[in-house]
């Protein structure tokens, strides 16, 4: 994060280091945030204990979202939900288990580690479509107008180009869609020497 340094290097620079961290933390991630997260996580952030009973127990360990994006919308049966920096694949699975059989929950993510468990959940998942893509959340490898919903927990503020991201979720939204994210919000400003700390940015 050199002064020198161009916005698509801080990028690629603020990607590794957010994929070396998830790496980390993708096998056990207590000890890694500090905020509760798994199930007492979810549980605190008002996620349906019925919910978390249907879901692998894998994906509900690795969960680290900072909210909860089914407190602001829920998905209608047969909906298609797109879950930016899915992670561990919660709020996918949640999603997944709301549409139903007839709809379609996808999660992407930019941390291939984050996305084993997921992946591995979905292949005894019978509930309805849901998959799980590495990808990152400025490139969406979806068609215009893709998605009924797009949700998004604890990721945008990782994002170095936040517009780039913003603008790929619009992208990627049917007319009238809905965007639905949990979310660390900056109240003060960010003293320099952190802006420049690519460690800062993946934290
Ligand atoms: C705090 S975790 C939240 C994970 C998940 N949403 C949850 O609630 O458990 C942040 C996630 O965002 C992913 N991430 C960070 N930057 C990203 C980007 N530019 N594109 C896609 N995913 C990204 C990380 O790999 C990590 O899995």
Excluded at 53 to 81: D, H, K, M, Q, Y
Excluded at 118 to 135: D, H, I, K, L, Q
Excluded at 151 to 179: M, Q
Aim: proline residues 6%.
């Amino acid at each position: 994060m050199t002064d020198g340094s161009s916005s698509s290097g801080q990028a690629e620079s603020i990607r590794a280091a957010v994929r070396a961290k998830y790496r980390v933390a993708a096998d056990a991630p207590a000890g890694h945030f500090p905020y509760p997260v798994g199930r007492a996580g979810a549980l605190g952030l008002g996620y349906d204990p019925a919910w978390l009973g249907a879901i692998s127990e894998a994906v509900v360990e690795r969960f680290v979202g900072v909210g909860n994006p089914f407190a602001l919308t829920r998905p209608r049966p047969g909906a298609a939900v797109l879950d930016v920096g899915c992670g561990g694949g919660l709020d996918t699975f949640v999603a997944a288990l709301l549409v139903g059989p007839g709809g379609r929950s996808v999660g992407i993510d930019l941390t291939p580690e984050m996305l084993t468990p997921a992946r591995a959940a979905s292949a005894g998942w019978r509930v309805g479509g849901v998959e799980f893509r590495e990808a990152a959340a400025e490139e969406l490898p979806f068609a215009d107008g893709a998605f009924d919903l797009a949700i998004s927990n604890g990721v945008l503020n990782l994002v170095f180009d936040k517009e780039r991201a913003y603008s790929e979720l619009f992208r990627v939204l049917k007319p009238g869609g809905t965007l639905a994210v949990a979310d660390l919000l900056v109240v003060e400003e960010i003293p320099a020497a952190v802006l420049a700390d690519v460690d800062a940015w993946s934290t």
